[in-house]
C-alpha cells in the first residue's frame, strides 16, 4: 500500500494544533479571570465613587461660598 501524504500531512496538523490549543486555553481563561478580576473591583467600589465625587463637590461647593462670604465681609472692613 501506498503512502498517503495527506493523511500525513493532516495527522501533522492535528498534533500542531494540539499544542497551540491548549495555549491558547490558557490565554483565555487568564484573560477572562482578569476580566472577572475588574468586574469585581468595579462591582465593589463602582457605586462609591459617585458618593464620593459628590461628597468632593459639596465640599469644593461649602469653600467658594465661605471664601464669598469672606471676602465680601472684609470688603465692608476695608470700607
Known amino acids: 500500500m ?4 495527506f493523511k500525513e500531512l493532516e ?5 500542531d494544533r494540539g499544542t ?9 481563561q487568564s484573560n477572562i479571570i482578569f476580566i472577572k ?3 469585581d473591583i468595579f ?3 463602582g457605586p462609591n465613587v459617585v458618593k464620593v465625587l459628590q461628597s468632593i463637590s ?3 461647593n461649602n469653600s467658594v461660598k465661605q471664601n464669598d ?11
Open 37 to 39: 478580576f475588574l468586574g
Open 43 to 45: 462591582e465593589l467600589y
Open 20 to 28: 497551540h490549543s491548549e495555549v491558547t486555553k490558557q490565554n483565555v
Open 58 to 60: 459639596h465640599v469644593n
Open 2 to 5: 501506498s503512502k498517503n501524504s
Open 69 to 79: 462670604t469672606n471676602s465680601s465681609t472684609n470688603n465692608t472692613f476695608d470700607l
Open 11 to 15: 495527522s501533522l496538523i492535528i498534533n
